[in-house]
């Protein structure tokens, strides 16, 4: 089993940045692949982006590509989001989640852990 715990969430206005971190505990962390998903309120949790075991490999959403990056330290167990150039419709809670397998993936099924999440709140 993997704990997570998100941070660095916060009210920024659009165009602006921020850099979320997840760090996790259990498994060892170079293990699995990451993920950050986000649900905004009344929207079903949808995928970000995801990081292959080494780092190697990243895969976006199309509505973020360009804008954010993911990346991870092994070392420090953990695994981060950068956002920049935020919009409004990016005001949702994010979550960090460990895959069951150490390739990119995407979809929520294909991971077993979350952590609690954080809100990013984008004023316009």
């Known amino acids: 089993q993997v704990q997570l715990v998100e941070s660095g969430g916060g009210l920024v206005q659009a165009g602006g940045s921020l850099r979320l971190s997840c760090a996790a505990s259990?498994?060892?962390?170079?293990?699995?692949?990451m993920g950050w998903f986000r649900q905004a309120p009344g929207k079903e949790r949808e995928f970000v982006a995801a990081?292959?075991?080494?780092?190697?490999?990243?895969y976006y959403a199309d509505s973020v590509k360009g804008r954010f990056t993911i990346s991870r330290d092994n070392a420090k167990n953990t695994v981060y989001l950068q956002m920049n150039s935020l919009k409004p419709e990016d005001t949702a809670v994010y979550y960090c989640a460990a895959a069951f397998g150490r390739r990119v993936t995407t979809g929520l099924a294909d991971f077993g852990s979350w952590g609690q999440g954080t809100q990013v709140t984008v004023s316009s």
């Open positions: 259990g498994r060892t962390f170079s293990s699995y692949a």
């Open positions: 990081i292959s075991w080494s780092g190697g490999s990243t």
